[in-house]
């Protein structure tokens, strides 16, 4: 509704160009497994690690960026990636017991995410409306959930509708930044703001639900977040040492 909304304020009409449908189709696709992945931790772990493991989703875009946009991985990379998934070993903790569910959705929720901002990417090079990535997503993930809603249909309080609706205005804040974010600069240089989400839910958890992550849970948030900005200082050194090298080439 908010992104209808906003492209009829706008003017802007929905047009979406052959061969644009597919990739808008595994954006809605891989966003609703991620989304479905994440919402599933989120209700059954610790805020905070729900968090950290959904923010495994960078690291997954290398990946994905190499399978599908033919994007080159260094070894830095490579090695980043490898590093950040045995952090996420940390917080998952398995040891083949089902207890372990939440954990393992959590993970394939950053999957997912990785996945769809991928995709996000791919939809920002071939010049689709950023509004229309985001209608087709949340137009998708609401009609793959609306028959487990009507399966499993609870009463809800007044307060509770209040704390949804917070969370649906949150969450469209979070998608319109997050898909302007991928449409005009690569992942990797935006990937380690993504990771600020992470204090913010372990202050939230601790602060309004009374949640502290254990030991190895820590653990595998450094492990991750020093990744993940290792990443950002390695690529930023390296986009800087092609400029310098074009430059000196002109000359």
Sequence with gaps: II????MAKNREKIRIKRGDGWFLFLRALFGTIGLIGNF????????SDANMLNKLSPFFVIIFSFI?????????QGFAVMIAFCG?????????SMSHLPAIAGAIGGIGAGAAYTMVRLLGKRGVNGNIVILAFSSF????????????????TAIQVVYLFCA?????GGQFSITRAYFYAPAKEISVY????????????????????????????VVICSMSVWMF????????IQREAVKASGK
């Design 233 to 240: 200082l390695y690529n930023k050194r390296r986009d800087q």
């Design 3 to 6: 992104v209808l909304l906003t």
């Design 168 to 172: 649906g205005i949150a969450a469209a």
């Design 40 to 47: 599933y931790a989120l209700d059954h772990l610790v805020l």
């Design 88 to 96: 996420a070993l940390f917080i998952i903790k398995p040891t083949g």
């Design 68 to 76: 599908i946009l033919k994007e080159k991985i260094t070894m830095q």
């Design 194 to 221: 993504d990771y600020s989400q992470i204090i913010f839910a372990a202050l939230l958890g601790f602060f309004v639900l009374g949640q502290i992550p254990d030991i190895w849970s820590v653990l595998g948030y």
């Design 141 to 156: 993930s609401c009609l793959v959930c609306i028959p487990s809603m009507i399966l499993n249909f609870q009463p809800m």
